[in-house]
């Protein structure tokens, strides 16, 4: 059985599990850090790969919106 896997995220993909991750009350972070490991160590990570990533043309969020619909 697999224990690590490649996933292709797009720069907005990135924001919104970054700001998810910021946004976790301390209840939150110590029940997931007892079950997955601490998530900051997960933010570290990701926020070195989004630091490097085109941000230039992430989505305004009336941009966003109209994109979505667009499905």
């Known amino acids: 059985m697999m224990t690590e ?3 292709f995220l ?3 993909e990135m924001g919104v599990i970054l700001s998810a991750l910021q946004l976790l009350d301390h209840t ?3 029940h997931i ?3 997955y490991g601490p998530a900051p160590v997960l933010y570290n990570r990701l926020i070195e ?3 490097t990533m085109d941000r230039s043309q992430i ?3 009336s941009d966003y ?3 979505e619909h667009s499905y």
């Open 5 to 7: 896997t490649n996933v």
């Open 10 to 12: 797009n720069v907005q």
């Open 28 to 30: 939150d972070e110590h």
């Open 33 to 35: 850090s007892r079950e």
């Open 49 to 51: 790969i989004y630091e």
């Open 59 to 61: 989505y305004s969020l």
């Open 65 to 67: 919106q109209q994109h």
